[in-house]
């Protein structure tokens, strides 16, 4: 990872990831990846009175979706589900200390694995999801997986 000239912070989630794991009985959990980078993420969430109370994560990929991945969950622990909206792909990058941009994709990896954990717990409550649809916030684009959430 060092040739791309990586933060402390990057190699610190990366080598030391916060919150991998599943919940086995989660409120929330979101698929998103691209097999043909390399970069798939799962993540898991727990809500109580919409807070979210818990994140975890399954990635396989770059040194950099790792980090980023470790870093959302950081980022959405104890947060309302409208503050956790509000965490973007550059957020993420920003509290990394930044990420070269030919890895900026890894990014919007955890963006959309949380707003996806958060449309499906919607759909558990019985409530519209339709505002947690992932943004498109980068040019490059990760398969979206829906269907299976378990």
């Known amino acids: 990872m060092s040739d791309l ?12 990831p916060r919150n991998v794991g599943e919940i086995l009985d989660a409120s929330g959990i979101g698929n998103v990846g691209n097999p043909i980078c390399g970069d798939v993420m799962k993540m898991y969430i ?16 770059c040194g950099a979706a790792i980090a980023t991945s470790s870093m959302v969950t950081e980022m959405v622990k104890g947060k309302s589900i409208t503050d956790a909206l509000k965490i973007s792909n550059r957020a993420v990058a920003e509290a ?23 449309a499906d717990y919607y759909r558990k409550t019985g409530r519209d999801p ?5 943004k498109n916030t980068d040019n490059h684009e990760h398969k979206i997986d829906k269907a299976d959430n378990s």
């Open 5 to 16: 000239n990586y933060s402390d912070k990057v190699m610190d989630h990366f080598l030391h």
């Open 46 to 61: 727990k809500v109580e009175n919409d807070i979210i109370t818990d994140a975890k994560f399954k990635t396989f990929g």
């Open 96 to 118: 990394l200390g930044g990420l070269p941009q030919v890895k900026m994709h890894c990014s919007v990896l955890g963006e959309q694995a949380l707003r996806l954990a958060l």
């Open 130 to 134: 339709s505002a947690f649809e992932p």
